[in-house]
């Protein structure tokens, strides 16, 4: 299991879970594989593949229940079924009730099923997706890059570039494992972004949400291009209503990338649950901030967090943090 959970991590299959397989018969791996795409064989499906006939009598290690529908590929479930695997070993149900059943219907069938094997650590790879289900909303990622002083422009508006080719891979890394990127009107008047992670190995590009409450932009702008599926969201902007009717849409996670006012928003209201801050070796000593005001009025009112962790990339610094109080 703990070389499924491995498995696990790789690969963007957003909106979909992270999910690793490993087969095992006689004491030895004969076959492993991971969901590295939505659409794309699943991990039991990528693991059945690779081996073969050897999969009879095998034992199936998975971190996520195997599905039990017919989605974009068939049932999880039968394919084990059909390859004469004798036993079924899962990390985690599965959450989502249109794939759920899996374990139930193996078991029925008569192989073996045990669920709950390092459960914790397979949940932690695929945090994204159960909390979507848990929680009902996508699980929402803050990420702004900046200077030392925390400008992400000068006075003028140039922007272009405060952080190193290596901090913007990481950010479009990010597109593509939440699956989803918001912006403001204000970030795509300004910098007319594509919004698109442009990486190896993201097969599925991010759905783009755009806020743009009085219907001020053309419509011609790049982010409305055929790249990519883009949702226009006009009107009065409730941002609670907002994620849950993402999450409707079948959106599991969010990375709201800016402008000031829309991170400053999210956080204002606690909706963001992962800060990621790439920080530059520069000071510009003016120009707009990452971050708008959040209404507080003292020390002891300041939004707390925990730095997960610090880490170099190239001449940048990347900081990832959590709020103190995690209803998750």
């Known amino acids: 299991?703990?070389?499924?959970?491995?498995?696990?991590?790789?690969?963007?299959?957003?909106?979909?879970?992270?999910?690793?397989?490993?087969?095992?018969?006689?004491?030895?791996?004969?076959?492993?594989?991971?969901?590295?795409?939505?659409?794309?064989?699943?991990?039991?499906?990528?693991?059945?593949?690779?081996?073969?006939?050897?999969?009879?009598?095998?034992?199936?290690?998975?971190?996520?229940?195997?599905?039990?529908?017919?989605?974009?590929?068939?049932?999880?479930?039968?394919?084990?079924?059909?390859?004469?695997?004798?036993?079924?070993?899962?990390?985690?149900?599965?959450?989502?009730?249109?794939?759920?059943?899996?374990?139930?219907?193996?078991?029925?069938?008569?192989?073996?099923?045990?669920?709950?094997?390092?459960?914790?650590?397979?949940?932690?790879?695929?945090?994204?997706?159960?909390?979507?289900?848990?929680?009902?909303?996508?699980?929402?990622?803050?990420?702004?890059?900046?200077?030392?002083?925390?400008?992400?422009?000068?006075?003028?508006?140039?922007?272009?570039?405060?952080?190193?080719?290596?901090?913007?891979?990481?950010?479009?890394?990010?597109?593509?494992?939440?699956?989803?990127?918001?912006?403001g009107r204000r970030t795509v008047e300004l910098d007319d972004p594509l919004l698109t992670a442009r990486m190896r190995g993201a097969l599925n590009q991010p759905v783009r949400v755009v806020l743009d409450p009085h219907a001020r932009l053309k419509g011609s702008e790049r982010v409305f291009g055929p790249e990519a599926r883009t949702i226009r969201v006009t009107g009065a902007i409730d941002l609670p209503s907002l994620l849950r009717t993402l999450f409707a849409e079948g959106i599991r996670g969010l990375l709201v990338e800016g402008g000031a006012a829309t991170i400053g928003g999210f956080l204002a209201a606690g909706l963001v649950d992962r800060l990621e801050l790439f920080l530059a070796p520069k000071l510009l000593g003016a120009g707009p901030a990452w971050c708008s005001d959040l209404g507080v009025g003292s020390l002891a009112d300041a939004l707390s967090w925990n730095i997960v962790s610090t880490r170099r990339v190239g001449p940048d610094i990347w900081i990832s943090a959590e709020p103190v109080t995690v209803a998750h």
């Open 1 to 183: 299991m703990k070389r499924a959970i491995v498995l696990s991590r790789r690969g963007y299959p957003a909106p979909n879970p992270h999910v690793g397989c490993v087969l095992v018969r006689a004491g030895e791996v004969v076959g492993e594989g991971f969901h590295a795409y939505a659409g794309g064989p699943h991990a039991e499906a990528a693991a059945l593949a690779q081996a073969g006939e050897h999969a009879r009598g095998a034992t199936a290690y998975v971190t996520l229940e195997p599905c039990a529908h017919f989605g974009r590929t068939p049932p999880c479930s039968r394919a084990l079924l059909a390859a004469g695997v004798e036993r079924v070993v899962v990390a985690c149900p599965d959450p989502n009730p249109e794939a759920a059943g899996g374990a139930r219907e193996i078991a029925e069938a008569g192989v073996k099923v045990e669920v709950g094997l390092l459960e914790r650590e397979a949940a932690q790879a695929n945090r994204q997706f159960l909390f979507a289900f848990a929680a009902g909303r996508p699980f929402v990622v803050a990420k702004a890059a900046c200077s030392l002083d925390g400008r992400i422009a000068l006075p003028t508006g140039e922007s272009k570039w405060i952080t190193s080719p290596g901090a913007r891979l990481q950010g479009r890394k990010l597109r593509a494992e939440c699956g989803a990127v918001l912006v």
